[in-house]
T-cell receptor, first 114, second 114 residues
């Protein structure tokens, strides 16, 4: 039962353009969502998060949008840079229910084309 | 953010043997988690390790196979016991600090069982 889904295993984007990574979830108890970036041979690095009380959170080039009714979130990276090439994981937790553990999606490999 | 060191970074082990992975954090943390990432898969939580109490295992993971120690607030170990090739994965230590909402990860241990 995959509660967090990233349906695009890979994505290629031209440098300078916008990268949009998508994530869907099924568990209505999830109330906190995070995006992590992972380079080969390294652990995941936290990028940005959003609480279910918000529908948008922005941090520099990274913006996360949350659509609770559709159980969908997306990560926008603009402008995309070569260093953004990595695997991106969406994760969710039910913090409001006292559950701090993270449930991860399967990841999307983003390649930025110079 | 916490600095997390995992040892070893990689290992090749014979089936039937055991490997203990260490996770050292540069500050005291309340919650530590152990994840597994099998080839081409998402990150899956193995167990939550809180100091002073028994680890809490997720469905599909048992203490006899993955014993965990948490002797203090900066250190934990995960043992992969009686290994088989199916245990070949990346094993990741993760921590949460106080009211900080995101989890931080170590660089991972890449285990290959032959």
């Amino acid at each position: 039962d995959q509660q967090v889904k990233q349906n695009s295993p890979s994505l290629s984007v031209q440098e300078g353009r916008i990268s949009i990574l998508n994530c869907d979830y099924t568990n209505s108890m999830f109330d906190y969502f995070l995006w992590y970036k992972k380079y080969p041979a390294e652990g995941p690095t936290f990028l940005i998060s959003i609480s279910s009380i918000k529908d948008k959170n922005e941090d520099g080039r990274f913006t996360v949008f949350l659509n609770k009714s559709a159980k969908h979130l997306s990560l926008h990276i603009v402008p995309s840079q070569p260093g953004d090439s990595a695997v991106y994981f969406c994760a969710a937790s039910a913090r409001g229910f006292g559950n701090e553990k993270l449930t991860f999606g399967t990841g999307t490999r983003l390649t930025i084309i110079p | 953010s916490a600095v997390i060191s995992q040892k070893p970074s990689r290992d090749i082990c014979q089936r039937g043997t055991s490997l203990t992975i260490q996770c050292q954090v540069d500050s005291q943390v309340t919650m530590m988690f152990w994840y597994r990432q099998q080839p081409g898969q998402s990150l899956t939580l193995i167990a939550t390790a809180n100091q002073g109490s028994e680890a809490t295992y997720e469905s599909g993971f048992v203490i006899d196979k993955f014993p965990i120690s948490r002797p203090n607030l900066t250190f934990s170990t995960l043992t992969v016991s009686n290994m088989s090739p199916e245990d070949s994965s990346i094993y990741l230590c993760s921590v949460k600090q106080g009211r900080v909402t995101e989890a931080f990860f170590g660089q991972g241990t890449r285990l290959t069982v032959v």
